[in-house]
């Protein structure tokens, strides 16, 4: 019945998508005469009627292919299989009062680990003892965790191991520095943006790797990475080569400048927080002299903290989006395609989707971090998109726990800290930091956190007792 | 009729796994198919379920031809498969192994067919938050089948369920294949070693040797040929 209708739709889809598209155009037009194409202005007082009708023309193509385009994805079972998989009207999913951090807090139960770290980690520049050089450790921290995030979907769910991961991280740098510098966009509209293209790119290398498994994969991967980092270094005209892009723009905190002076007509926070203090001091009845003494004076290290607290609100999300895509049918296919593939086919799950999706998601969160590290340093060039970053993710996602979103964070610490820690040693700091690893994988083969937590929660046991009971046997 | 299989050759290699074999399956039935080890019975179900592809014949389901499809594209039409080693996803708990197995259904049913499934297998229930590859084996057997329910399949195919498990269990998971097809109406064809168990449950039976099908019929018929008893059942029946 299904494959029926299914093919059916196949056949037919191109002619019936035409004509709503038409259709879809035809309102757009009727409706676009008198909003775009008649509009009137304002001229020495009278109003004048003027005529726009190449905006009237693009508005139609628009429509039309917006529509023809969406109608196509609805026949072929695009909008679907969404359905499918993204469905979370799942009846053993947590209440909102046991899955909210805040409720769960105020019930004196701690949410999530890793909303709690999170938490936590909200709280560190307000500690007495944090100073610049922490805050910035810190941070470097916590794109250590995007990263891993972004991996683990890939490795540590999907179990495909990716050993080229710092692809996706430098074309969400790239794109951040290329497109502030060509389109002048900023931070927060590129943000997206560069998540995208990396999710294409990942999707770019998912389609020739989907046959590959295991060592062949890893290969595959690893030269992809590379290649990226050769293009950027040979790609003068867009890249400008090994001598990399500086001067990229800093994030601006909606709107204001988080830098000294501010370009433009735009604002600097300091000036924007003094001014308020100021009116409402005044409304208070203060004197101008006595409010002196509380203006903001401009430090390097509010930019620093601002550029702290962006990747901590871009790991809520991930922490978010990670935790609940786990929770969906996507998620646990991701899981069940790691452990055993055949399984998944014969339970009528398709690899193809499932993988390429593993691969655009964890290469998604890769070029976000990608784009926060170009904003953060200012300057990139290939020389920050070498294997070894690769390497170094994919030792936080295993040193972690393949798969655990806590062990990353416990993981990111540690490969972070530690080396920083053995500055003191100098060159014996590798060494002590191999040792390190060795010792941890000796002890603990499994990771940090080497215990799988289930998706799904236990909620139907008390029923399943009670209803088998007043069944009886069928 | 909904499963016809029609003069299917399957080979791996040069080597040929499947020589010419024909098998119908109505629905409502248990179709029994027994062969001695290496004789293609696995090869049988997983060429229904297109891996592999048969290089001859057609495989029909409800009238629709499936040679030519993918596997997960075969098994959306309402078949459900029961691997050979069972194959649950062993890291993943209980729960999460049935809520893969009805990934493809409708999620109105979810609840529901949960439930059903915790009422045929009660131990299941209770170890719902185990992790699945520490389940006993005849446990893993009857999540592996309660995750193929989970589908809601019209067709399901078992191969081996018997293998590896205690003859306790073997009586208890036979029993239950049994009552999903006399209570429930599922249809399902049956592949096993264990040809007395299997012929026992079944209205008709095949049997395959060397990649051929040599016999067919009721399944008493079968039971009670002489060259059968020989060969599968033991020369006393
Ligand atoms: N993947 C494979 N590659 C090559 N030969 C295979 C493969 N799988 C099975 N065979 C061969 O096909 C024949 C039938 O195997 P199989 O279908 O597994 O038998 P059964 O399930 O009845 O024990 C055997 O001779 C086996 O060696
Ligand atoms: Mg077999």
């Known amino acids: ?474 | 009729m909904i499963l016809s299989l029609q003069n299917v050759e399957t080979f791996y290699g040069n080597i040929q796994a499947l020589r010419g074999v024909s098998l119908e399956v109505n629905a409502g039935e248990i179709v029994a198919l027994i062969g001695a080890n290496g004789a293609g019975k696995s090869t049988l179900l997983m060429t229904i379920c297109g891996h592999p592809q048969p290089r001859r014949g057609s495989v029909k389901f409800k009238g629709k031809e499936l040679v030519g499809q993918t596997t997960y594209q075969i098994m959306r039409h309402g078949i459900a498969q029961v691997p050979e080693g069972r194959r649950i996803f062993p890291k993943m708990s209980v729960l999460e192994n049935l809520a893969i197995g009805a990934t493809l259904a409708d999620h109105k049913h979810y609840a529901k067919d949960l439930q059903e499934v915790f009422d045929i297998f009660p131990i299941l229930a209770k170890r719902q938050s185990q992790r699945a590859g520490t389940l006993s084996g005849g446990e893993q057997q009857m999540l592996a089948i309660g995750r193929a329910l989970m589908s809601r399949p019209e067709l399901l195919l078992l191969d081996e369920p018997s293998l590896g498990i205690a003859p306790l269990i073997i009586k208890q998971i036979f029993n239950t294949i049994k009552m999903l097809n006399r209570e429930r109406g599922m249809t399902i064809l049956l592949i096993e070693q264990n040809a007395l168990q299997a012929l026992k449950i079944a209205h008709r039976g095949y049997v395959l040797q060397q990649g051929e099908i040599v016999m067919t019929g009721a399944a008493d018929q079968i039971m009670s040929d002489p060259r059968v008893q020989a060969a599968y059942l033991g020369t006393g029946g």
């Open chain 1, 1 to 474: 019945m299904k494959n029926s209708t299914q093919t059916a739709a196949k056949k037919l889809s191109l002619p019936h998508s035409l004509r709503l598209a038409v259709l879809a155009t035809l309102v757009a037009v009727v409706l676009g005469i008198p909003m775009v194409a008649l509009g009137t202005t304002d001229q020495n007082g009278s109003l004048i009627l003027v005529q726009r009708w190449p905006w009237l023309l693009w508005l139609a193509i628009v429509i039309f292919v917006g529509r023809l385009f969406t109608a196509e994805l609805a026949a072929h079972g695009v909008v679907d299989s969404l359905k499918t998989w993204l469905s979370s009207r799942h009846p053993n999913r947590p209440k909102f009062r046991d899955r909210n951090p805040a409720i769960l807090w105020l019930r004196g139960k701690l949410p999530e680990p890793t909303v709690t770290l999170l938490l936590l980690a909200f709280l560190l520049p307000m500690m007495p003892f944090t100073d610049r050089y922490s805050i910035d450790l810190a941070t470097t921290v916590l794109i250590y965790v995007m990263l891993g995030w972004g991996l683990n979907i890939v490795v540590g769910l999907a179990g495909l191991l990716d050993l080229g991961y710092v692809a996706f991280y430098a074309v969400g740098a790239y794109s951040y520095a290329i497109i502030s510098q060509t389109l002048g966009l900023g931070f927060w509209e590129t943000l997206p943006i560069a998540g995208l293209l990396a999710a294409l790119f990942g999707i770019l290398l998912g389609f020739p790797v989907l046959r590959l498994r295991g060592d062949y994969l890893a290969i595959v991967t690893l030269g992809f990475g590379e290649i990226i980092r050769i293009i950027l270094l040979n790609w003068q005209s867009l890249t400008n080569g090994s001598r990399g892009i500086g001067g990229i723009a800093r994030p601006e905190f909606f709107g204001l400048s988080m830098s000294q002076t501010a370009g433009g007509d735009s604002s600097t926070f300091v000036d924007w927080v003094n001014g308020n203090l100021t009116m409402i001091g005044q409304w208070f009845g203060g004197s101008e002299a006595g409010l002196e003494a509380y203006r903001l004076s401009y430090a390097p290290v509010h930019r620093i903290t601002f550029l702290y607290f962006v990747i901590l609100g871009l790991l809520f999300f991930t922490d978010f989006l990670v935790r609940r895509l786990r929770n969906l049918p996507i998620g646990r296919a991701w899981e069940a395609l790691r452990e055993d593939e055949i399984a998944c086919r014969a339970l009528g799950i398709n690899p193809t989707m499932v993988k390429l999706s593993a691969f655009a998601l964890g290469a998604g969160l890769g070029g976000l971090a990608g784009c926060f590290f170009a904003a953060r340093q200012g300057f990139i060039s290939p020389e920050s998109f070498t294997f070894m970053e690769s390497a170094t993710v994919l030792a936080i996602v295993v040193l972690g726990g393949m798969g655990s979103q806590i062990g990353v964070v416990v993981a990111a610490l540690f490969l972070v800290l530690v080396p920083e820690l053995g500055r003191a040693f100098a060159d014996y700091r590798m060494v002590g930091f191999g040792a390190a690893m060795v010792l941890i994988m000796v002890f603990r083969p499994e990771g940090f956190v080497g215990e799988r937590k289930p998706s799904l929660i236990l909620g139907l046991v008390g029923k399943a007792k009670s209803k088998a009971k007043t069944k009886g046997v069928q």
